[in-house]
């Protein structure tokens, strides 16, 4: 991979100096181009507009481009066009078989679109590379009206934009800067509306509060674009079926006081050359599930309920849960964003494969019908995957099977098992593998299974609510310690506006019980009587509640556009013993925990140009124990270090707090043994550039640790205290991601940059006596205990 890097920055460095050798006689390399008095504009989306852009220099893409154009030979490409279709069809008129016919003509689809590609595109060196831009004074102008047009649609209206235009003397490159003179921009004066059909001017008046265009602010064009879209979906939702967003205008009347330039906006809902705009009222609704699965029964039942003719198969589904996720009402106007809901609520049930509403306005009524087909009932899915910690493979299969519609009201069972097998090196250079099995069973209701009146649980059906029953087994073998979890949980999940994710667990309980405990690790157990109480046999209860919100901050746009997550849990250890107390564990030999915990995790990923963006990330945790063991189930713990925290220390091998790890035997470092802490702070930068075809790599910087709540005389240095700042870790480096379009795979290269464990002036990677005793188990630069190499599925964060 080094290797690989520093010959990508040579070649970059020789042909990024020779592109004009691949000019023809003539021509010019548009070399570069930049923008001038942007400030209160967005220049990412003022880069977006240049017609023509200079060749990028890392790596070489014009010397890739044309290194593939000489080795280009469109003539072939079309010869193997016309030999595999001749292949295929000669396959397919050789079976009868229609599913084979089918296969036949998806494969051969799939070589025709790979290799028209190739045609229209070229060869793969050529897609991954880019033409030597050639400076055209033409589009240069194209670019300048492009700016010129996007102020103007920003409210400058006598906004202009100028060029200027600089050639090297000594070669034939081509320098461009557009200087932006923007001038006053345009404020909105006064917004009204106008409307000869009373119904609608009320309708229009009393939504005013949320339209985009508001008085005071600078006029842009894009609100304009979003009122047309708000008023049409406004007339739409109030019972106007067949508007459309033609029947909307605006008119514009410019003026200018005190300096100050004004535009007055109307917004016109014109009438129809026929008539007027009708409100259509429905007067009747069916709902259809054409067959799916075998049901025994080859006879449509018709059936009534609250108003809606259902026509479906005897004793399969339940009208009165149907009716739930139905928010169209008979004798009700027509509405587009009611239609929309019902849509995506009847998906939510997991029981149709296709759900389409529509309407009937013929022969002087206004009809809803639903169709649906129903998914089968039974489903079985499995897969078989790779992951690796640490560059060493492992291996998982996973086999997961669904019955739908258990008990007839769109119940669903699922079941699935997991069985993995991870590779993990250690500082000494051995291999030990961690092998996990799992079995969950899931029971869902897409409802609360909670006393509540009729009313009510049709009000909810709008949060999508929805009921988990779980249970299940684990069984963790690793090097140093084997466990096993037997739990069982009760979980109330709902969406919230704009899709935000709740989730209530009422109670999870589970049995733990260790076993196999290496002679090393139980030493490590021996000297820390609270870690050794969260590896006793142990019952363990708590309630949680978890919040999610993912956001694309402008879903027009999602690749141009910011996107952010947002997580928080908390939850509560031993709510259940403060109320039944703790006897009967205390008699049968079990541990408990009482503790409360909360977790945040935020992050965000800007674009900064059309091939690079930022993304960063801030994950803190506090798990506080306060129980009479004052510990917590492991599993609870906080660790940190890996492919998704910091980078440059194993997996769950960092802190906690300045703590130093030593082998007593060696009187040297060994990261060997898992360190777990209650407290967590970690923090991710990381800037993601393109690079070749559907490469990039990545830079990145993570910072953070873990910390005890309470002094561990086993690991010193380890409690939280107020100079925690001192004992933040640092690490940083640089990746790769193979992005597959199914999957990213992620190779990520951490170093240790300022390490804790060592002694104050020490800590830093430049510092005189970094590699000093007891870190000196290693020579040279490219140390395992230095350098860590991540393999990950996925962006990190």
Request: with cysteine; aromatic share 14%; charged share 25%.
């Amino acid at each position: 991979m080094r290797l690989f890097l520093i010959s990508l920055v040579i070649l970059s460095f020789f042909t990024s100096c020779s592109s004009t050798r691949y000019l023809d006689d003539g021509e010019k390399l548009l070399f570069k181009q930049n923008i001038r008095n942007a400030k209160n504009f967005d220049r990412y989306t003022l880069e977006e507009l240049y017609v023509s852009r200079p060749n990028r220099r890392f790596p070489p893409y014009a010397a890739i481009y044309n290194l593939g154009l000489k080795k280009y030979d469109e003539s072939k490409f079309e010869r193997k066009k016309a030999e595999v279709t001749e292949k295929y069809e000669s396959k397919i008129a050789q079976t009868d078989k229609e599913k084979k016919k089918q296969r036949l003509r998806t494969k051969l689809q799939n070589s025709i679109t790979r290799l028209d590609d190739k045609i229209r595109n070229g060869n793969t060196l050529m897609q991954w590379g880019e033409p030597v831009a050639v400076y055209d004074s033409t589009e240069i102008n194209r670019s300048r009206r492009n700016f010129e047009n996007y102020i103007f649609n920003r409210g400058y209206f006598n906004g202009k934009v100028d060029t200027k235009i600089t050639e090297s003397r000594s070669e034939k490159k081509v320098s461009v800067e557009y200087i932006i003179k923007a001038g006053q921009p345009y404020r909105i004066d006064t917004f009204f509306f106008r409307s000869p059909d009373p119904t609608i001017m009320k309708t229009l008046l009393n939504f005013k509060k949320e339209s985009f265009i508001r008085e005071g602010e600078i006029y842009r064009q894009q609100n304009m674009v979003r009122e047309r879209e708000r008023l049409e979906f406004l007339m739409k939702d109030h019972g106007y079926f067949d508007f459309s967003r033609q029947y909307i205008s605006f008119d514009l009347d410019t003026g200018r006081s005190d300096n100050i330039r004004r535009v007055a906006i109307r917004a016109n809902i014109n009438q129809p050359s026929r008539g007027t705009h009708k409100q259509y009222r429905i007067d009747s609704m069916n709902f259809i599930i054409t067959a799916g699965y075998e049901t025994g029964n080859d006879k449509s039942k018709k059936d009534r309920y609250n108003d809606i003719n259902f026509n479906f198969f005897e004793d399969i589904f339940s009208p009165k849960m149907l009716d739930r996720r139905i928010y169209v009402d008979v004798d009700s106007l027509y509405s587009r964003s009611n239609t929309l809901l019902t849509q995506r609520q009847l998906a939510n049930l997991n029981n149709f494969k296709f759900i389409n509403v529509n309407y009937d306005s013929s022969g002087g009524r206004f009809i809803a019908n639903i169709f649906t087909r129903p998914l089968d009932r039974y489903q079985w899915s499995h897969e078989l995957g790779a992951n690796a910690t640490q560059g060493i493979p492992g291996i998982f299969y996973s086999l997961s099977f669904i019955k739908r519609n258990i008990f007839k009201s769109f119940e669903n069972f699922e079941i699935s098992g997991r069985y993995g097998i991870d590779g993990v090196a250690t500082p000494t250079g051995s291999i030990y593998r961690n092998r996990e099995f799992g079995v969950d069973m899931k029971l869902y209701f897409p409802q609360f299974i909670i006393p509540r009146g009729g009313r009510l649980a049709v009000n909810l059906g709008i949060l999508n609510p929805q009921t988990r029953l779980q249970a299940g087994f684990t069984n963790i073998n690793r090097s140093d310690y084997q466990r096993e979890n037997i739990t069982f949980a009760n979980t109330l999940n709902w969406e919230g506006r704009n899709n935000d994710f709740y989730a209530f667990s009422i109670t999870e309980l589970g049995v733990i019980r260790t076993g196999n405990i290496s002679d090393g690790f139980q030493a490590i157990l021996d000297q820390n009587s609270r870690l050794q109480s969260a590896f006793n046999n142990s019952f363990v209860t708590d309630m949680s509640f978890t919040f999610y919100r993912s956001r694309l901050l402008n879903e027009a746009n999602p690749d141009q556009n910011s996107s952010r997550y947002f997580r928080a849990r908390l939850e509560s250890g031993g709510t259940l013993l403060n109320l039944y107390g703790t006897g009967l564990l205390e008699n049968e030999g079990l541990e408990y925990f009482k503790y409360l915990r909360i977790d945040v995790d935020y992050s965000q990923t800007i674009p900064v140009s059309r091939s690079a963006k930022v993304a960063y990330r801030l994950n803190l945790g506090v798990a506080a124990p306060y129980g009479e063991n004052r510990t917590l189930p492991y599993e609870k713990f906080f660790f940190a270090g890996g492919s998704s925290g910091i980078r440059a220390w194993a997996p769950r091998r960092l802190g906690p707090g300045s703590y130093t790890p030593i082998d007593p035997e060696t009187n040297q470092v060994a990261y060997t043994f898992e360190q777990q802490g209650e407290i967590l702070l970690q923090a991710s930068f990381e800037y993601r550039k393109d690079l070749i075809g559907f490469t990039e790599y990545a830079l990145f910087i993570d910072a953070g640790n873990i910390w005890n709540f309470y002094n561990d005389a086993s690991r010193p240095g380890g409690q939280f205290s107020g100079d925690f700042y001192k004992q933040i870790a640092v690490g940083s480096g640089l990746g790769l991601r193979f992005d597959f379009s199914f999957l990213v795979l992620r190779l990520d290269i951490g170093v240790k940059t300022l390490d804790p464990a060592r002694p104050f002036g020490k800590r830093f990677i430049l510092n005189k006596g970094f590699f000093d005793a007891p870190f000196d188990t290693y020579k040279g630069i490219f140390r395992n205990d230095i350098i860590i190499y991540n393999i990950g599925v996925g962006y990190p964060f």
